[in-house]
């Protein structure tokens, strides 16, 4: 029976991470398991193919969520990474970390090693910045992010000029010293390709013989020697196989398989378990709770000006910037759609922003839910303004749907479930009706397509909301890190309570919900996690 010292579970955006950093000393013997294959792909690599990718199935679980009553009864599409990479090979590569503030916050929750000044290390560690480095970037790690000024279209300048109208100051890094203000985005690429972290963590480092890579193996549940943790059994092409741990088990699934794979193996909510007909290891009724999302919401505008729409619409376009990228590695392919963007406070009482903006240079009016066709957009000149606000207080959960671990979980966001976040997103559409006013938008904005002018006072503006707002893809918090053993799931130092020998690290132990983009906090909580395990086992 093959054995290992470490079995990493996940070679999503802490997976690989965990795979690199684990077997760099050459000490240990790493497996890292993954369910999908591998990220050579045209669309993942190419930077706005994701618009495929977020609705293929071979590369992605394709979720969806219960019917929502907030929204009206809708049922949410939820794109999680089912390849190399995991998310990282197929998100809009907006590299946001988040205010210091949230991390602040994870400190006095009782994560005392989880302050800002723990962290920053850890964003450093992993970042080669093309700016360079300073007190809060750096130049040395191994994740390239690439400032997109030269690739972004020129209508960016329209929309921070209008944040300035109306006196929202331009920050030309949201990563740095403040993350208020408005500006353009920094993107996980190099080179006008995809950076994810199976390119960044993985591909430099896969001929090192102490670290193996399973792909298409699927894990259905942890191997138990009572309450120690000694493996996992996976499901590769039909056959059931199992890997051993010598040291431990680590879970790096994300928030929705993470606590899924828990669930199947008997860890969980102890009365739900037994339904389901499953053994319990260990009653933890924090599995699959505390889930949180970011809500968002687009408005459509039709333009005076050329936008993308004009460059991308026709297949003589596409043909020409498909050939324009495929041979300087230039152009609007190289460069993804949520190009500008901010932090904004909607209310001049808060002490910190609570708004997130996105700029997009281009439209989809005819998009159906779940099938976004990113790569064909309106025939005629548009842009987007879209919002979140960026700490919801709705929580949700997700339970799996039965012992087959192919049945995806049951998930229910519960959106909209608190007085605040439905004041939140009230506000954050009255704040987007308000930039769109600004001399330098509404200049060359021809008419307000979503959702239309007429809608104007709160309750048109709420209905509205409920009919239209949706996921900003950023599902956490369902393995939450705590120190309450009753009710969170993993330590401080990410040790799975009630067992041995296992950990969760990923996205899924975030205590709350990050101020922006989650994927490069979740590459941050791989680089601590890797260095809080190889402490406890020097």
Not at 106 to 113: A, F, L, V
Not at 371 to 391: A, E, H, I, V
Request: net charge positive; proline share 6%.
């Amino acid at each position: 029976m093959p054995e290992f010292d470490f079995v990493i579970v996940g070679a999503g955006s802490a997976g690989c991470v965990l795979a690199n950093r684990l077997s760099e000393n050459g000490k240990y013997k790493i497996l890292l398991l993954e369910a999908g294959g591998s990220d050579l792909n045209f669309w993942i690599w190419m930077p706005i193919g994701y618009g495929k990718t977020f609705y293929r199935r071979s590369v992605n679980w394709m979720y969806e969520t219960e019917p929502d009553a907030a929204l009206n009864g809708r049922v949410s599409y939820w794109p999680r990474g089912k390849v190399m990479g995991g998310s990282s090979s197929i998100n809009a590569m907006v590299y946001i970390r988040g205010q210091r503030e949230d991390f602040e916050d994870w400190k006095n929750m009782g994560n005392t090693n989880w302050g800002w000044s723990d962290v920053l290390p850890y964003f450093k560690k992993s970042e080669q910045n093309d700016k360079g480095q300073d007190d809060f970037r750096s130049e040395t790690g191994p994740l390239h992010v690439a400032t997109m000024d030269k690739h972004l279209h020129p209508l960016c300048q329209n929309f921070i000029q209008a944040g300035q109208q109306i006196q929202i100051p331009h920050n030309s890094d949201f990563n740095g010293a403040e993350q208020e203000g408005i500006g353009t985005y920094q993107n996980t690429m190099k080179d006008g390709m995809r950076m994810s972290t199976a390119r960044a963590y993985i591909r430099p480092v896969n001929k090192r013989k102490n670290l193996h890579i399973i792909k298409k193996a699927m894990a259905s549940r942890l191997l138990f020697d009572g309450t120690r943790t000694i493996g996992v059994e996976y499901n590769q092409n039909g056959k059931i196989r199992q890997a051993f741990a010598k040291h431990e088990v680590i879970l790096s699934a994300g928030a929705i398989n993470s606590p899924q794979i828990l669930q199947l193996s008997g860890i969980g909510p102890a009365k739900f378990l037994k339904s389901k007909g499953i053994d319990v290891i260990h009653n933890a009724r924090g599995v699959g709770q505390n889930l949180q999302d970011h809500l968002g919401l687009d408005f459509i505008y039709r333009s005076k000006v050329p936008t993308l729409n004009d460059q991308l619409h026709s297949w003589h376009g596409k043909l020409w910037q498909g050939m324009r990228y495929v041979l300087t590695r230039g152009g609007p392919l190289s460069a993804g759609v949520n190009q500008g963007g901010g932090f904004v406070r909607t209310r001049p009482d808060l002490t910190r922003p609570n708004m997130q903006l996105f700029f997009s240079p281009v439209s989809y009016t005819k998009a159906p839910p779940g099938k976004r066709p990113l790569m064909n957009p309106d025939p005629f000149s548009g842009f987007l303004l879209g919002y979140q606000p960026t700490r919801p207080t709705s929580r949700g959960h997700l339970e799996i749907k039965s012992i087959n671990p192919s049945d995806a979980p049951v998930i229910y966001p519960n959106y909209l479930a608190t007085d605040y976040d439905i004041q939140e997103m009230l506000e954050g559409s009255k704040f987007i009706r308000k930039i769109s006013e600004a001399p330098a938008l509404k200049e060359i904005i021809e008419r307000e397509i979503s959702p239309g002018p007429e809608v104007q006072n709160d309750n048109e503006f709420i209905d509205d909301i409920r009919a239209r707002a949706g996921t900003v893809f950023h599902p956490v918090s369902t393995c939450k890190m705590g120190s309450d053993p009753k009710r969170d799931v993993v330590d401080q130092r990410l040790r799975v309570y009630g067992v041995q020998n296992l950990r969760v690290v990923d996205a899924s132990i975030f205590p709350t919900l990050t101020s922006g983009n989650t994927n490069a906090p979740t590459i941050m909580v791989g680089e601590k996690g890797a260095d809080l395990i190889l402490e406890d086992h020097k």
